[in-house]
């Protein structure tokens, strides 16, 4: 099955600079790769996707990028601010088998 | 916009007593979901539900496990006979099926196992 692996696991960086948090997948076949934001207790909330035909996706401050060939995506943060500061997930699914597979979550601290 | 929602948000129950958790998705969505996450940890996928049947669950879904949409509306997530290692938050999702791949969560209830 599929396996998501996420670095770092924990990040601080000053507000105002970027932050990028990196995942790898296992499964080929894997062509949706979602980024999802959690705050403490609370849903786990969809920021921005990627399909597996594009390349790089961009919504204000957040962009994601994805290499297929070496099967790892990205999300990149800029300009953050201290309300970026949460547990940030990425995930992979492959819709031949619906579920979403969870990496295991980086806590991202913006420092004031 | 609308929201999935979770009832209750906190369950506290004895081990061995059965719970129901209870979910209804967004209107017209088609597929539906329960994951759950022990605290500090990743989310885990359990099953998912489509056209009134299972589609596909984890090895964590046991036969202690069972999922049901009696009404059309709420999706429930039974577990028959609670152990300490149930405790953990447990999200549903639903998703369209039509114009979006995204999954979008419910608020989540915390079951605390006794």
């Known amino acids: 099955g599929e396996n998501v692996e996420q670095h770092p696991s924990t990040l601080s960086v000053q507000e105002g600079d970027s932050a990028v948090i990196k995942c790898t997948y296992s499964?080929?076949?894997?062509?949706?790769f979602p980024w999802y934001k959690q705050e403490l207790g609370k849903r786990p909330q969809l920021i921005i996707d990627i399909r597996s035909n594009v390349g790089e996706k961009k919504d204000q401050r957040i962009a994601v990028t994805l290499n297929k060939t070496a099967k790892h995506f990205s999300l990149h943060i800029t300009e953050t601010q201290p309300e970026d500061s949460a547990v940030y997930f990425c995930a992979a699914v492959n819709f031949g088998n619906e579920k979403l597979t969870f990496g295991t979550g980086t806590r991202l601290t913006i420092i004031p | 916009e609308p929201e999935v929602t979770q009832t209750p948000s906190h369950q506290v129950t004895q081990m061995g007593q059965e719970v129901i958790l209870r979910c209804v998705p967004i209107s017209n969505h088609l597929y539906f979901y329960w994951y759950r996450q022990i605290l500090g940890q990743k989310v885990e996928f359990l099953v998912s539900f489509y056209n009134n049947e299972i589609s596909e669950k984890s090895e964590i879904f046991d036969d202690q496990f069972s999922v049901e949409r009696p009404d059309g509306s709420n999706f429930t997530l039974k577990i028959r006979s609670t152990k300490l290692e149930d405790s953990a938050m447990y999200f549903c999702a639903s998703r369209s099926g039509t114009s979006t791949d995204t999954q979008y969560f419910g608020p989540g209830t915390r079951l605390t196992v006794l």
């Open positions: 499964d080929s076949a894997s062509n949706y």
